[in-house]
């Protein structure tokens, strides 16, 4: 029997290679974020690590939300992670935004004025003065 235009057999043909680019896509992707995150960490790694004057301007959060299905019992659940950034201003007028943890963005608020401690875009601390 030969396939007759339509029958549907192309789905077959191309099925495969369709999920397979599809899983070579995602992993390009993931070893992309890796490498980029290796970047940023040698990077910072060989920045100097600065003290200097500066304001605490802008807070805010970056919420993402996650839905869970649990195939077991047909349940379903959701969850959120928090990112937490702050952004600073120096003396020059110049600002950079740097993640911190929550608890470190609870204990400042906007019009701290202090020394933040930084290496490349990696906050380290900020005292107040």
């Known amino acids: 029997m030969y396939d007759m235009p339509g029958s ?25 974020n890796i490498f980029s995150g ?15 004057p500066a304001i605490v301007k802008v807070k805010r959060t970056s ?4 839905n869970h299905h ?3 019992n047909n349940h379903h659940s959701h969850s959120t992670s928090t990112k937490y ?11 950079s935004e740097f993640h911190v943890s929550g608890k470190e963005y609870g204990m400042l608020a906007e019009g ?12 380290i601390d900020f005292t107040r003065t």
Do not use: C, M
């Open 8 to 32: 549907g057999d192309w789905l077959f043909n191309f099925g495969p290679i369709f999920i397979a680019l599809i899983f070579i896509i995602i992993v390009i992707l993931i070893i992309g």
């Open 38 to 52: 290796l970047r940023q960490w040698k990077g910072n790694e060989n920045s100097p690590r600065l003290s200097v």
């Open 63 to 66: 919420v993402t939300r996650h």
């Open 70 to 72: 649990h195939h077991d």
């Open 85 to 95: 950034f702050i952004t600073f201003e120096f003396e020059s007028g110049d600002r």
């Open 112 to 123: 701290d004025i202090g020394t933040l401690t930084f290496q490349g875009t990696r906050y």
